[in-house]
């Protein structure tokens, strides 16, 4: 089975910085997109940021600035660096690889205080 672990979740300040990682059981090569979305409270699930397997990233808007997503092929494993965190930031934050089969990894909490 295809699967993703991710880790690096935490609590942290208002301001404050976390990295998440997004480690696969296989090359995420076989993965055209690796996306990292985020599920606050009673709220939809939500794309956060995209890389492509060409190294092509796109962000939400909400995020512009902040987050920067990069892949590292040889590790088999996608980062999320995320810096001047706000409170709005909290939520559960998801891996999900897309191709022939998508995958989801099982999510990582971030909470920011105020």
């Known amino acids: 089975q295809v699967q993703l672990v991710e880790s690096g979740g935490g609590l942290v300040q208002a301001g404050g910085s976390l990295r998440l990682s997004c480690a696969a059981s296989?090359?995420?090569?076989?993965?055209?997109?690796m996306e990292w979305y985020r599920q606050a409270p009673g709220k939809q699930r939500e794309l956060v940021a995209a890389?492509?397997?060409?190294?092509?990233?796109n962000y939400a808007d909400s995020v512009k600035g902040r987050f920067t997503i990069s892949r590292d092929n040889a590790k088999n494993t996608v980062y999320l660096q995320m810096n001047s965190l706000k409170p709005e930031d909290t939520g559960v934050y998801y891996c999900k690889g897309r191709g022939f089969l998508d995958v989801w990894g099982q999510g990582t909490p971030v909470t920011v205080s105020s």
């Open positions: 890389v492509t397997s060409g190294g092509s990233t």
């Open positions: 296989v090359s995420i090569l076989i993965f055209n997109v």
